[in-house]
Nanobody
Framework: QVQLVESGGGLVQPGGSLRLSCAAS????????MGWYRQAPGKQRELVAR???????NYADSVKGRFTITRDSAKNTVYLRMNSLKPEDTAVYYC??????????WGQGTQVTVSS
């Protein structure tokens, strides 16, 4: 079992930046991959960014060049740095982790609102 707790969401103006954090209750090295997903009102949850235990990353096309996912094993935390934010980035952002037994864990979500 892993508990994931997100933080760092909030209200930001278009063009602004935020950094989301996802703190895990156990070593993130026990998870094969961790990721950030988002869900906007009336839309399906979608993958934003993912990072493997080995550090490989992949991003949704809509955020490439603007968002960066990183991990800090010493702090058991994964981050999502979001730059050049757009109104269409407004959503609840969820942290996700998957272990080698196929179990998937989710955080409670953090709201990101991009508006002037």
């Amino acid at each position: 079992q892993v508990q994931l707790v997100e933080s760092g969401g909030g209200l930001v103006q278009p063009g602004g930046s935020l950094r989301l954090s996802c703190a895990a209750s156990r070593s993130i090295n026990t998870l094969n991959a961790m990721g950030w997903y988002r869900q906007a009102p009336g839309k399906q949850r979608e993958l934003v960014a993912r990072i493997t235990r080995g550090g490989s990353t992949n991003y949704a096309d809509s955020v490439k060049g603007r968002f960066t996912i990183t991990r800090d094993s010493a702090k058991n935390t994964v981050y999502l740095r979001m730059n050049s934010l757009k109104p269409e980035d407004t959503a609840v952002y969820y942290c996700n982790g998957a272990d080698n037994l196929g179990f998937v864990y989710w955080g409670q979500g953090t709201q990101v609102t991009v508006s002037s």
